[in-house]
């Protein structure tokens, strides 16, 4: 590692311990252990100027390529590149819809992915994307890690923007795993209970101080076509809760799937236009979740070797949030 990339993660070690990442988050995107970044969003000029529709139909024909998924890594490949070697600081501050090359993805590595749209209500007080009718996303549900007795079923959500970068939600229910082999038995949020310690939430507690949560605030940052929404106008919300369409919650056939084989025979089943997941709003903690959505596909959902292998769903990071609502830091317990 380099003086200056030493310099770069001690800063940005100091703003996370501070609780203030957001200013200093984009400088350590400059700098990483394995050299400087190379500031490429999307990889060419003419994607990055797609509207937020063409950018869902191009992620989603790299994904349609080849329908197979990615092998689970191997025990070795899982404690020494993910929990040693590899950085984590680009899951935070890599702004772009692929991997930075060479990073390996060890958790949430085998999923399906779809074409989908956010359908909002548009009676709540949310800006920017939330505030569309009819949001482009790409969706991807995935395990955390290879089950074995249980399964940690995650989502995460590309929400797309024309000109801009997208803004991305991930959401798991817990990181301690639920029983039984259907993906939609539990509700997932943004925000989740304090895990058991383990080797991957130790690895994200380094590198952000609020592991258990994601933040929110990018949502409320522009429209879907990329036009801003001024300063002092952006509304977003403290939490999502994505509650389960109930007719695949309680689809009897699923209950008693095996773990291992459970999420590709799940979605396999899934049409388009079904609605996974009817989205609630948390406004400020302590406050009654409100519906403020759905999650509709668009697409079936597929395995993917590109979903799998190189689609980048950047985190953000809760201290970005609290910069903003400092008020909320109380409800927001340290991992």
């Known amino acids: 590692m380099s003086i200056a990339a030493e310099l770069a993660e001690f800063l940005l070690k100091a703003a996370l311990a501070a609780g203030g990442s957001a200013a200093l988050a984009y400088g350590y995107m400059l700098w990483c252990w394995r050299g400087p970044f190379k500031g490429i969003r999307y990889g060419n000029k003419s994607f990055e100027a797609m509207s937020a529709v063409e950018k869902m139909e191009t992620l989603y024909d790299r994904c349609a390529e080849n329908k197979t998924n990615a092998k689970w890594p191997s025990l070795f490949a899982f404690l020494y590149k993910l929990y040693y070697k590899e950085s984590f600081h680009p899951t935070f501050t890599y702004f772009a819809d692929e991997l930075y090359p060479g990073q390996f993805k060890g958790i949430h590595t085998v999923g399906g992915v779809c074409k989908a749209v956010f359908e909002s209500t548009m009676d709540h007080p949310y800006t920017g994307l939330l505030a569309s009718p009819a949001n482009p996303v790409v969706f991807r549900m995935s395990q955390a890690v290879k089950p074995t007795n249980k399964n940690i079923p995650g989502i995460a959500l590309k929400f797309l923007r024309g000109t801009l970068p997208s803004v991305n939600v991930v959401a798991l229910h817990s990181f301690d795993g639920v029983e039984g082999g259907n993906f939609f038995s539990r509700s997932m949020s943004n925000h989740i209970p304090l895990p058991t310690p383990n080797l991957i939430t130790k ?133």
């Open 203 to 335: 690895k994200f507690g380094y590198f952000a101080k609020f592991a258990q949560t994601v933040g929110l605030s990018e949502l409320a940052e522009a429209e879907q076509d990329g036009v801003s929404v001024e300063v002092g106008k952006r509304v977003f919300p403290f939490q999502l809760q994505f509650i389960p369409n109930p007719e695949l919650q309680n689809n009897p056939a699923w209950r008693d799937l095996p773990v291992d084989v459970s999420l590709e025979a799940i979605y396999k089943e899934i049409p388009a236009e079904t609605v996974l997941f009817t989205v609630l709003a948390v406004e400020e903690p302590n406050a009654p979740a409100k519906k403020i959505g759905v999650i509709r596909t668009k697409s079936a959902i597929i395995p993917s070797q590109y979903g799998d292998t190189k689609l980048f769903f950047r985190h953000t990071a809760m201290e970005t949030d609290l910069a903003l609502r400092p008020e909320w830091r109380a409800a927001v317990p340290d991992s």
